[in-house]
Nanobody
Framework: QVQVVESGGGLVQTGGSLRLSCTSS????????IGWFRQAPGKEREGVSC????????YYVDSVKGRFTISRDNAKNTVYLQMNSLKPEDTAVYYC????????????????????WGQGTQVTVSS
């Protein structure tokens, strides 16, 4: 059974940090480009960051550049999203997923290219 599990969310104050983790069962994360998405109440799910299977290429949406860092530890079958200098507008449910349609990182993230969505982890940034 294919499953993705996100963890690490929580409540932090503006300027704080969190590290999200994404693990899987039933398939290996290192076979795919892995992306982090987020969805705030009443908004569309947006791509935040993704990383190539070889860890050599990454993408960040403009709003998180310089604050978020994506990384992966293939030995642990885990992809991380380090989030620093958090802002209230970062409040959302964060999801990770695997890109089954591309083998490399490109300059955008398209939701329909991703599969194996987890349940998400809530990130709340208080002002």
């Amino acid at each position: 059974q294919v499953q993705v599990v996100e963890s690490g969310g929580g409540l932090v104050q503006t300027g704080g940090s969190l590290r999200l983790s994404c693990t899987s069962s039933g398939f290996a994360l290192d076979d795919y480009v892995i992306g982090w998405f987020r969805q705030a109440p009443g908004k569309e799910r947006e791509g935040v960051s993704c990383i190539s299977s070889s860890d050599t290429s990454t993408y960040y949406v403009d709003s998180v550049k310089g604050r978020f860092t994506i990384s992966r530890d293939n030995a642990k079958n885990t992809v991380y999203l380090q989030m620093n200098s958090l802002k209230p507008e970062d409040t959302a449910v964060y999801y990770c997923a695997a890109n089954l349609m591309r083998s490399r990182v490109v300059g955008s993230m398209t939701r329909h290219e991703y599969s194996y969505w987890g349940q998400g982890t809530q990130v709340t940034v208080s002002s």
